[in-house]
């Protein structure tokens, strides 16, 4: 298949290919003489592959980093997947203090009385012992 057949079977832009292929993810094929480019199943494998990690927050350095390990490497492979996993739990927990900030926050907005100032801004603008 060519290139645009290959982007649209996956859902991603040539060019996003084309930076694949110069950062390592996706090797170039060959071109035969006067003839254009053409990319097979191992090739839609990979992408798929690429396209599915980074769906899982996966970075292409770490993708990098899979695709350079083998399918018996499974240690390594479950290593970054718990350090991925790690990860993303502390995201969470940060995403639940913002959550729980701006819910605190917005319920002082709704009590508070006309001539005082906005708590939503006060808040945002007050010192804090990381400043």
């Given at each position: 298949?060519?290139i645009?057949?290959l982007?649209r079977?996956v859902?991603?832009h040539?060019e996003?290919i084309?930076?694949?292929q110069?950062?390592?993810l996706?090797?170039?094929?060959?071109k035969?003489?006067g003839?254009?480019?053409s990319?097979g199943?191992?090739d839609l494998?990979?992408?798929?592959f690429?396209?599915?990690?980074?769906?899982?927050g996966?970075?292409?350095?770490d993708?990098?980093?899979l695709?350079?390990?083998?399918?018996?490497?499974?240690?390594q492979?479950?290593?970054?997947?718990v350090?991925k996993?790690?990860l993303v739990?502390?995201?969470?927990?940060?995403?639940?203090?913002?959550?729980?900030?701006?819910?605190?926050?917005?319920?002082?907005c709704?009590?508070?009385k006309?001539?005082?100032?906005?708590?939503?801004?006060?808040?945002?603008?007050?010192r804090?012992?990381?400043?």
């Amino acid at each position: 298949m060519r290139i645009g057949q290959l982007a649209r079977s996956v859902g991603v832009h040539v060019e996003t290919i084309r930076y694949y292929q110069r950062i390592g993810l996706i090797e170039l094929p060959e071109k035969p003489y006067g003839r254009l480019r053409s990319y097979g199943d191992d090739d839609l494998r990979r992408l798929r592959f690429i396209r599915r990690a980074q769906g899982l927050g996966f970075s292409l350095e770490d993708i990098h980093a899979l695709l350079q390990l083998s399918t018996f490497d499974c240690q390594q492979v479950q290593k970054l997947a718990v350090d991925k996993l790690n990860l993303v739990k502390a995201k969470l927990r940060q995403l639940r203090n913002i959550e729980s900030a701006l819910t605190r926050t917005i319920e002082q907005c709704s009590k508070r009385k006309a001539a005082e100032a906005c708590p939503i801004i006060e808040t945002l603008a007050a010192r804090t012992d990381r400043d």
